[in-house]
């Protein structure tokens, strides 16, 4: 008895709202591949919006924004950050020798150097040398000194950012990617799919700042949600829970429905 009342409270106070959003933002992801995929590799005239400015202005990172800010939010819930950033780390470099050996054997396109896995990756790891020096000096993880060590953080990346119109025009080598910075013409990347630590990293730090602020108690902060918005909630919160699974697999599954009904004269 005691165990499913401790099981009911668990469900109760799981701070539901970060796997929703996380998984809405990598529903919206799929969707935006889904159209990249139908547009390019099949060559149908639809979803023009993928190639507008104010797509790639607005619409695209503002949901990076939220998978990359509750990627941060969720360091306060781990317990081993070290450990999580590892597992980051294995599955990112597996993704990119995977995506650039089909690259070169296949010419897909689809060959991927820094993407939001190695950002996260580096994020994290960050994070945990960061929290692991605060926790050797202090008790206490929210301490004031350390949110302004984070904030002057968030502050220097969006700043660098000002910046990088200037030096984009000054250096121009394939490396400098991984910095936000614009790579020579003749270092080929996926631009969809290509991310820079300028200015991820801030915005991944900005959400490390309110999961130590709004989820001190690792708690959700709508506890008395209505059961209409849980029930709804429940298919974007699976995808949240398991965001690196399908991450990895929806694209290669994607693309396999697609061909198929491709064969079979659907598409």
Not at 57 to 76: D, R
């Amino acid at each position: 008895m005691e165990g499913s009342e401790k099981s009911v409270k668990l469900k109760s106070t799981r701070a539901f709202e970060l796997d929703l959003l996380r998984g809405f933002a990598i529903f919206m992801m799929i969707l935006h591949h889904f159209a990249y995929d139908i547009r390019n590799i099949f060559e149908y005239n639809a979803f023009g919006f993928i190639d507008a400015d104010w797509f790639w202005a607005f619409l695209h990172p503002f949901f990076l924004c939220i998978f990359v800010g509750i990627s941060g939010i969720c360091c306060q819930f781990s317990r081993n950050n070290f450990k999580r950033a590892l597992k980051l780390l294995i599955v990112s470099v597996l993704f990119s020798a995977v995506t650039i050996t089909l690259d070169h054997f296949m010419n897909l396109g689809c060959a991927v150097y820094f993407n939001v896995l190695h950002l996260l990756t580096v994020a994290t790891f960050l994070f945990a040398i960061f929290d692991h020096q605060e926790q050797k000096k202090t008790k206490s993880r929210d301490s004031r000194g350390g949110d302004m060590i984070l904030f002057g953080i968030v502050m220097l990346f969006f700043l660098l950012l000002q910046a990088l119109p200037f030096y984009n025009y000054k250096i121009r080598c394939g490396w400098v990617s991984i910095l936000g910075l614009e790579p020579h013409q003749d270092f080929n990347l996926n631009p969809g799919d290509e991310m820079g630590l300028i200015p991820w990293v801030g915005v991944f730090f900005l959400g490390v700042l309110i999961g130590r602020h709004v989820y001190k108690k690792k708690e959700t902060f709508f506890p008395d949600a209505p059961e209409a918005v849980l029930k709804v909630s429940k298919p974007f919160e699976w995808i949240g829970r398991h965001s690196l699974l399908v991450y990895i697999l929806h694209q290669p599954v994607m693309l396999g429905i697609l061909y198929l009904l491709h064969y079979l004269g659907v598409i």
